[in-house]
């Protein structure tokens, strides 16, 4: 989308002729090279040739895979030995599977085992002629694998994996019995979200209970919408399986936490939950190794039927219980394939009953606690957009980059607080590399973010291993507060990280401010105001711009690193959308900001624009507004932030923002 040049004005620098030019010739021999390693021949290989496909690094997923390469195992068919084995993770990028599969066209693998139903229809449209075997399926009718287990693709055959969300919410019931109504989180661009949906409803009427949904289109949604479903009256949550929101299962854990609403989970082998009951992904993986046996001992898949998964599984987890402060059945307990103990007897725990109602204003602490957190993002994009005037794109992969960074390093034992400086200085050399693609190369402002937006998107996946980090239970900057400060023990953990950001966002403001009134402060004000004065005056502009880039984002990363502490993980995706709120948290305060007021104010302005925004997406969940609708409430606020000085609003109440 289009970056500001001054307040309230959109522009693009126009693309030079020689630019296109050499963007074209790059392209082009780029095309030529790809072309050419397409047109060698694939090394030579011994036995089978299996190409495995995976969507997503997760829990029930990578289980699946492992029961599938036991199977294998089990029958003798070892990798690198009997077989050669070639695996891939697309690591939630959709697209990637797509080009995945042409991949496995190209290397000539003699059979395709797909992990996943996105990744199960990516192979199916593009691999034809040899045989697909899938697992960790939903409902492989719905994707186009086939009409009924024997009536199917020729080539494709495979384990489904259908939750059995009806025993689930029995279980619930059985154990929770005050619980009248339960909720759940989904993702609308889920195939199978209106799929589960609809079964948890059939099973709530069956039942006798009421069940009540709220969407979610990213893992930022995750924390409003518990709020949301307490707010619809749900007293627990059993979440349905999904991708999405099974990578932010701990932010979906941790508010649950905070709002007393009780988490049943589909999916067992996913910590947080008290308790879960599912299929077991291994067995279902292990029953996709015995379907591709079948079709390496020379079966046709066309004679395969489908199988199903009918071994399910039930975890307690005591430890959870007793976070939560709930308690579990002895008679469940006694009939869980998997017990996770907690020091003393859960019986002997007194805690308050699931479903009662949390403090009114839990709602507004998280929001205050989010909006300090994003403060430091608004600054970030304003350093960028505001001071220097230059269209930067890299935030949306610098704040994954801060969250990445801290993530890891906190897991690897480092401490929170290292964790987080670490987190800037990350960002920092992103906005650095932006800086000198544009000054030394002379690639075009919008240009050299879009490239280092795309980069930062494969090494955040490399920093983490991973596409999603939990962080719960984790030691973050509000655990080791409330170690070393006995009085902040029984704060939420809400109110801990409000005060601690407050504190940071303070502190970083009065350096912000101070900075940008020295005379290195005040150069790097004017290249963005006039870069031929400044020029003139012998000043490098170059160097403020890198300078300036990278104090940019290392805000950004910064904002990156507190978030994923507060929502208790880091995803490679929690960026998209990031320039988008920044700039809205940065043209509410100028909305607001009377023009007379000088550098400082305008700083604090636009903190309180940060503010306003986590604020107004509040109100707009308060009022009943489903998450779902939260981008066009977005795109909303931000209209109105632009049009209502055009109207004269801006000017009559507070002075016009220059």
Not at 146 to 157: C, F, I, S
Not at 180 to 192: A, E, Q, R, V
Not at 448 to 462: A, E, F, H, Q, W
Request: hydrophobic share 50%; aromatic share 6%.
């Amino acid at each position: 989308m289009p970056r500001p040049r001054s307040a309230g004005t959109f522009t693009f620098p126009p693309p030079s002729k020689e630019l296109g030019i050499s963007l074209f010739t790059k392209c082009l021999c780029g095309a030529v090279l790809i072309l050419a390693a397409g047109c060698q021949r694939a090394p030579e290989e011994s036995g089978p040739v299996i190409g495995v496909v995976q969507v997503v690094s997760s829990v029930p997923l990578d289980d699946a895979r492992h029961g599938f390469l036991k199977a294998l195992a089990d029958s003798g068919f070892i990798p690198g030995k009997t077989f050669t084995l070639i695996e891939r993770n697309a690591q939630g990028d959709i697209p990637a599977l797509s080009l995945i599969a042409n991949e496995f066209l190209q290397r000539g693998v003699t059979q395709v085992g797909t992990i996943s139903s996105v990744a199960t229809q990516a192979a199916i449209k593009i691999i034809t002629d040899r045989p697909v075997i899938f697992g960790a399926v939903a409902n492989p009718y719905i994707i186009g694998a086939g009409t009924t287990p024997t009536e199917h693709r020729p080539n494709v055959t495979g384990a489904s994996a259908t939750i059995p969300l009806d025993s689930t919410l029995a279980l619930a019931i059985e154990a929770f019995p005050e619980i009248k109504t339960w909720g759940t989180l989904f993702d609308p661009s889920d195939p199978f979200a209106e799929f589960y949906v609809g079964m948890g409803v059939k099973a709530a009427e069956r039942l006798g209970v009421k069940f009540v949904t709220v969407a979610c289109t990213s893992s930022s949604d995750i924390t409003n919408g518990v709020l949301s479903l307490q707010a619809q009256g749900a007293g627990g949550i059993m979440q349905i399986p999904s991708i999405m929101i099974g990578g932010g299962m701990p932010a979906l854990i941790k508010s649950a936490r905070e709002a007393s609403v009780v988490v049943v989970s589909t999916t067992p082998g996913i910590p947080g939950a008290p308790l879960a009951l599912g299929i077991s992904f291994f067995e279902n993986g292990y029953a996709m190794g015995l379907v591709m046996i079948r079709v390496l001992h020379g079966e046709n898949p066309a004679t395969i039927p489908f199988r199903t998964a009918v071994k399910s599984q039930m975890h307690v987890d005591l430890a959870a219980a007793k976070a939560f402060g709930v308690g579990i059945p002895a008679a469940i307990v006694a009939r869980a394939n998997v017990v996770l103990p907690v020091g003393g007897s859960i019986t002997a725990a007194k805690a308050p009953a699931p479903g009662s109602k949390s403090s009114p204003w839990a709602l507004w602490l998280a929001t205050l606690a989010q909006g300090l957190a994003f403060i430091a993002l608004a600054w970030g994009v304003y350093l960028s957009s505001r001071v220097l005037r230059f269209p930067d794109i890299t935030p949306d992969g610098s704040m994954p980059l801060g969250a990445a960074v801290a993530a890891t390093l906190i897991l690897a034992g480092v401490h929170p607080v290292l964790a987080t400086i670490a987190a800037f200085f990350a960002g920092m050399v992103a906005g650095y590399v932006t800086g000198l693609l544009h000054t030394r190369f002379g690639i075009t402002e919008l240009l050299t973010g879009i490239l280092v937006m795309t980069g930062l998107y494969s090494i955040n996946l490399r920093i983490m291993g991973r596409s999603n980090l939990s962080l719960l239970d984790q030691a973050t900057l509000a655990s080791r507060l409330q170690a070393v400060v006995p009085a902040t023990a029984g704060w939420g953990s809400d109110m801990t990280f409000a005060v601690i950001f407050l504190v940071i966002m303070l502190v970083l403001g009065l350096v912000l401010s101070w900075y940008l009134r020295t005379d290195f402060g005040m150069a790097m004000r004017a290249v963005g105001d006039n870069r031929a004065m400044i020029t003139a005056q012998g000043v490098d502009p170059r160097r403020m711009i890198e300078l300036g880039l990278a104090l940019s984002n290392g805000c950004v990363a910064f904002a990156g690193a507190l978030i994923a502490q507060y929502q208790g993980f880091a995803d490679v995706g929690m960026g998209v959308g990031t320039l988008v709120g920044g700039m809205a948290a940065v043209i509410l305060g100028e909305t607001l900001k009377r023009s007379k007021w000088g550098l400082s104010a305008t700083i604090a302005m636009v903190a309180f624009g940060a503010m306003l925004f986590r604020a107004l997406i509040a109100i707009a969940l308060r009022i009943g507004l489903n998450p779902i609708d939260l981008k066009l409430a977005t795109a909303a606020f931000v209209l109105a932030a632009l049009a209502l000085p055009k109207l004269g609003v801006g000017k009559s109440l507070f002075g016009r923002a220059r």
